[in-house]
């Protein structure tokens, strides 16, 4: 299965399954998407994290993502306003979580043992 996502203003509002026999490729699902009716910028994503037209896309896209078309990867929606983004396209806290059990509190700017 094939899955794509519905781009509108660089956020991901949408994802629908296709099946492979209509979408070989992102050019042929797009098509057929358009074929039956949806209108929209659509964007192959992988739910294995498959290459799609040569590039992983980062991640599987979801509701509420942001489609960065120059690098061609989806990213995840920021955690907390302290929080940067990598120049993998990931989102890290201003100092690395401790291993084991913690939270991050934004307040204080702190991981916080559980």
Do not use: C
């Not at 659509?42 to 690098?71: F, L, M």
């Not at 929080?83 to 993998?88: E, I, V, Y």
């Not at 990931?90 to 291993?99: G, N, S």
């Amino acid at each position: 299965m094939a899955h794509f996502a519905k781009i509108e203003n660089t956020k991901v509002v949408n994802v629908i399954v296709v099946a492979n026999d209509y979408a070989s490729n992102e050019t042929e699902g797009q098509a057929f998407i358009a074929s039956i009716g949806l209108d929209g910028v659509w964007v192959q994503t992988s739910y294995n994290n498959n290459a799609v037209e040569g590039a992983s896309r980062n991640k599987y896209a979801g509701i509420g993502d942001t489609y960065n078309s120059v690098a061609d990867v989806f990213v995840a929606p920021q955690p907390f306003p302290s929080w940067t983004l990598d120049s993998n396209h990931d989102w890290q806290p201003p100092t690395p979580k401790p291993d084991g059990n913690y939270y991050w509190n934004e307040t204080e700017l702190v991981w916080v043992a559980i």
